[in-house]
């Protein structure tokens, strides 16, 4: 990729800002996630998401960077760039018009969000030390491979399959990891629980929405048409699931409520996520509309088929709306609108490119997690709380109070 000395202000503007936008998603997240959570874990369930916003700043500092945007390799990159080793802050080596420097920053929100979103599948029941070493080793191991697959020019980028800002990388990735865990741990002892603050699942939800514009517009990395063309996407998606989810919870339980139409937000954001700068604002509105229906069939008819433990419907929400997303972005992909032509655009190729990047995804990450929660347990500690821990809550254990 050839290198560029111009830097535009106004790109470099935007991408600063959606960077901090992106950032502010993982706090957002906190709120959310505790108030869907339980009483007895409501200040451990938003401290978690804060603590990983330290853990996996440090590792993309660290390594993680460079093993997903270091070199060419197929599957990983290398370590050239450890400790932000020969990142210019002043031009670019990747053609764009932002420095490398940003372009890192930005880039760097992703995996903290990502790991954030996991806990929401074990949050009470897992062990805060083997969640910590747990989350060093995927961040390493799962997350940088595959953003340097989709986003570093690698397997699945030369494959042809498109992923605008995460829907395999962030959410397929992250959904599929929780369940992955949550059948490892087991059911929760005391498995029904009802939302404790529902005004926490509004706050949290509006910082993840407000995020979610530079998470997915910042995407385009400059402030241009794109930019323009994926913030108008996530917001009609956003607002059309908010819509279809109503109306099933609706249908399904005679009211529609706060904490549901707000998770109906969030699952059309997912949807859009992967598509925000391929489709057009009429296929954005379709794709919102499905992913309202979809992420309210799977928090309740797959979860309840199946019979797995998903505390806070990561995998329902995040992995099946990313998948679906994925999918629906070889469908509505427009070459007039974003460059690449999708099904309706006359080329088939490209839905089953996205199946494939699916697929592939589904597999690595369910495989990798096993295998680094069976290693965790080996070197660090058992997944598990032990029933009486898990009776007696986190905020009693670790943060010596309980909220009223």
């Not at 660090?380 to 009223?404: N, Q, S, W």
Request: proline share 3%.
């Amino acid at each position: 990729m050839e290198a560029c000395s111009f830097m535009n202000t106004g790109d470099l503007a935007w991408v600063l800002i959606s960077a901090a936008l992106v950032w502010l998603m993982t706090p957002g997240l906190a709120l959310f996630y505790g108030g869907l959570g339980e009483k007895r874990n409501l200040l451990h369930t938003m401290f978690v998401p804060v603590l990983i916003i330290g853990i996996a700043t440090l590792v993309w500092f660290f390594a993680g960077y460079s093993l997903a945007f270091g070199g060419s390799g197929d599957v990983i990159g290398n370590l050239n760039h450890i400790l932000m080793f020969d990142v210019s802050f002043n031009r670019s080596s990747r053609g764009l018009t932002i420095p490398d420097g940003a372009f890192s920053l930005f880039q760097g929100m992703f995996p903290i969000i990502t790991a954030a979103i996991i806990t929401g599948s074990v949050i009470g029941r897992v062990r805060i030390k083997a969640m910590i070493v747990f989350m060093i080793l995927w961040l390493i191991v799962i997350y940088s491979p595959l953003a340097h697959m989709v986003w570093g020019g690698a397997f699945l980028a030369k494959l042809g399959a498109i992923d605008f800002a995460g829907g395999t990388v962030v959410h397929i990735s992250s959904g599929v990891t929780g369940l992955v865990l949550a059948l490892m741990i087991g059911h929760r002892h005391q498995s029904k629980h009802i939302p404790v603050r529902p005004s926490y699942v509004l706050i949290g939800g509006a910082l993840l929405w407000v995020g979610w514009f530079g998470f997915n517009s910042g995407s385009a990395l400059a402030a241009n048409g794109t930019a323009v063309l994926a913030l108008v996407n996530t917001w009609l998606a956003s607002a059309a699931a908010v819509l279809t989810w109503a109306l099933a919870e609706y249908y399904l339980h005679q009211r529609a409520t706060l904490t549901g139409i707000t998770s109906g937000g969030v699952a059309g954001l997912v949807a859009i996520t992967p598509a925000a700068g391929f489709v057009a604002p009429w296929a954005a509105v379709i794709m919102g509309l499905i992913a309202g229906f979809v992420g309210f069939a799977g928090i309740t008819f797959v979860k309840n088929s199946f019979g797995y433990d998903d505390t806070l419907d990561a995998f329902g929400i995040h992995g099946i709306g990313g998948a679906v997303g994925a999918l629906l972005t070889g469908v509505f992909a427009d070459k007039q609108i974003g460059g690449v032509a999708g099904l309706i655009s006359g080329d088939a190729s490209l839905l089953w490119k996205q199946l494939v990047a699916i697929l592939f995804t589904v597999v690595f990450a369910a495989v990798g997690t096993f295998i680094l929660a069976k290693i965790t347990e080996i070197i660090a500690a058992p997944l598990r709380l032990t029933p009486e821990e898990e009776a007696k809550g986190y905020d009693v254990i670790m943060h010596d109070l309980t909220v009223e």
